[in-house]
Nanobody, 122 residues
Framework: QVQLVESGGGLVQPGGSLSLSCVAS????????MAWYRQAPGKERELVAG???????QYSESMKGRITVSRDNAKNTVYLQMNSLKPEDTAVYYC????????????????WGQGTQVTVSS
């Protein structure tokens, strides 16, 4: 079983920055895609940023230019650097990871973190 632990959320003023991290632990043979999603009150969960095993990145249009996603495979960690934050970025941010537990696995399994609150307010 794989667990994800997110950290780095909090309260920040508009225009400020936050850095989120998500560490995966447990039985991991290899990891594939890693991503950050967010969910604001009354809204559906949406993709913020993703990064695949080859390092290819994908960003949401609403945050493109203000965020950078990265990963450290040796540490089973994915990061999200967020700059120029706006009140509308307020949401719970969730980490998402696809992984194999052994070389015998035919398909990737995925799991979610518990979420970390990001509040952008003056």
């Amino acid at each position: 079983q794989v667990q994800l632990v997110e950290s780095g959320g909090g309260l920040v003023q508009p225009g400020g920055s936050l850095s989120l991290s998500c560490v995966a632990s447990g039985t991991i043979f290899s990891m594939n895609g890693m991503a950050w999603y967010r969910q604001a009150p009354g809204k559906e969960r949406e993709l913020v940023a993703g990064i695949n095993i080859g390092g290819m990145k994908q960003y949401s249009e609403s945050m493109k230019g203000r965020i950078t996603v990265s990963r450290d495979n040796a540490k089973n960690t994915v990061y999200l650097q967020m700059n120029s934050l706006k009140p509308e970025d307020t949401a719970v941010y969730y980490c998402y990871v696809e992984y194999l537990t052994s070389s015998d696995d035919a398909n990737y399994t995925y799991t979610w973190g518990q979420g970390t609150q990001v509040t952008v307010s003056s």
